[in-house]
């Protein structure tokens, strides 16, 4: 009896200690899988923390793009109307040019047909009657006021020569109509 209760508390032991080994296996064992589920845990947080900051950067950049391609179509459109108005700016100027253009050939004719200061003037103003009607002056010099500035656009008149330019023919019967509309008739 004895030998065998010292083989069945020796088999116990035994057991005990395979059992205690087991168990100390197993607690390795749950702590590394412990571990290991930790870190796979932060890599998934840590991924997901990538992958939100990437769909944030993404509508980051679709607005950016929106934003892009509104102010691509607004300076298309601005472009578009400045190209209009420059058209249009330059159809007028080109009209005035024209206008200009004749007005200068037109005074041009004029200044190369007033006489010479050796020439006997028709009148007061130094232009023939031809010329009076063709720059409709409706006036005659003995109507012109003898004010001192009626004087001088009467002196201007006297004074054009056939070298004198458009322009002067210009500034003088400038002077004639601003003394008649300032005096009147007398």
Not at 27 to 39: D, F, M, S, V
Not at 66 to 91: D, P, T, W, Y
Not at 121 to 148: C, H, I, Q
Request: charged share 30%; glycine share 2%.
């Amino acid at each position: 009896m004895s030998a065998a209760r010292d083989a069945l508390v020796s088999r116990l032991g035994e057991a005990e200690g395979r059992t205690e080994a087991s168990e100390e296996r197993t607690a390795y064992c749950e702590r590394e899988l412990q571990q290991q589920l930790e870190r796979h845990a932060e890599e998934l947080d840590i991924r997901d923390q990538e992958v939100v900051r990437a769909q944030a950067a993404m509508k980051r950049l679709e607005k950016e793009m929106a934003l892009a391609a509104r102010a691509h179509e607004a300076a298309a459109a601005a472009a578009e109307e400045n190209v209009c108005s420059a058209q249009s700016k330059q159809a007028v100027a080109m009209e005035r040019a024209e206008e200009l253009q004749e007005e200068m050939q037109r005074m041009s004719r004029i200044s190369a047909a007033q006489p010479t200061k050796s020439a006997k003037p028709a009148n007061a103003f130094g232009l023939s009657s031809l010329e009076l009607d063709t720059l409709n002056l409706k006036v005659v010099s003995e109507r012109l006021p003898r004010d001192v500035e009626a004087v001088s656009a009467e002196r201007y008149a006297c004074n054009m020569t056939s070298k004198d330019t458009a322009e002067d023919a210009a500034t003088w019967l400038w002077r004639i109509s601003t003394s008649l509309r300032i005096y009147g008739p007398s």
